[in-house]
């Protein structure tokens, strides 16, 4: 089972920051109507709102350099937590933004996961 937990977050990780760094609309297929954003300590919910909040931000292009991902089985029958943490670089920027996210996936009746809960921080100092 920890190993199914590992991939689950893995993948889910690969596939988020893909559409992130190339795609940023595409990420409202992740989330649903009860899906909650805290970014920076501002809150969104719904899949709409949290897309449109991300395509928003002020910086068109972007890469995300994973370092960590943790995984963990949650309470929800099926649920995986995911912390990622790793390093931001914005196109045009010389140095890179450290941030960490927080994901909670929980399963769908057709086999695939939506993120329940998501919270992302920049990391300074």
Same mark, same amino acid.
Do not use: W
């Given at each position: 089972?920890?190993?199914?937990?590992?991939?689950?977050?893995?993948?889910?990780?690969?596939?988020?920051?893909?559409?992130?760094?190339?795609?940023?609309?595409?990420?409202?297929?992740?989330?649903?109507?009860?899906?909650?954003?805290?970014?920076?300590?501002?809150?969104?919910? @719904?899949?709409?709102?949290? /897309?449109?909040?991300?395509? +928003? %931000?002020? *910086?068109?292009?972007?890469? #995300? &350099? =994973?370092? !960590?991902?943790?995984?963990?089985?949650?309470?929800?029958?099926?649920?995986?937590?995911?912390?990622?943490? @790793?390093?931001?670089?914005? /196109?045009?920027?010389?140095? +890179? %933004?450290? *941030?960490?996210?927080?994901? #909670? &996936? =929980?399963? !769908?009746?057709?086999?695939?996961?939506?993120?329940?809960?998501?919270?992302?921080?920049?990391?300074?100092?």
């Amino acid at each position: 089972m920890e190993e199914q937990v590992e991939l689950v977050g893995k993948a889910f990780v690969d596939h988020y920051y893909h559409l992130f760094d190339n795609n940023r609309l595409s990420l409202a297929s992740l989330y649903q109507p009860t899906s909650m954003l805290t970014f920076e300590g501002q809150q969104i919910q @719904g899949g709409d709102g949290i /897309a449109r909040k991300l395509s +928003e %931000l002020p *910086f068109d292009h972007c890469q #995300h &350099l =994973i370092t !960590t991902i943790d995984s963990q089985p949650s309470s929800s029958p099926g649920g995986v937590l995911v912390f990622v943490s @790793g390093n931001l670089q914005l /196109a045009g920027e010389e140095h +890179e %933004l450290k *941030f960490s996210q927080m994901f #909670h &996936l =929980i399963p !769908t009746l057709l086999g695939s996961f939506f993120v329940q809960n998501d919270i992302f921080r920049l990391n300074y100092g």
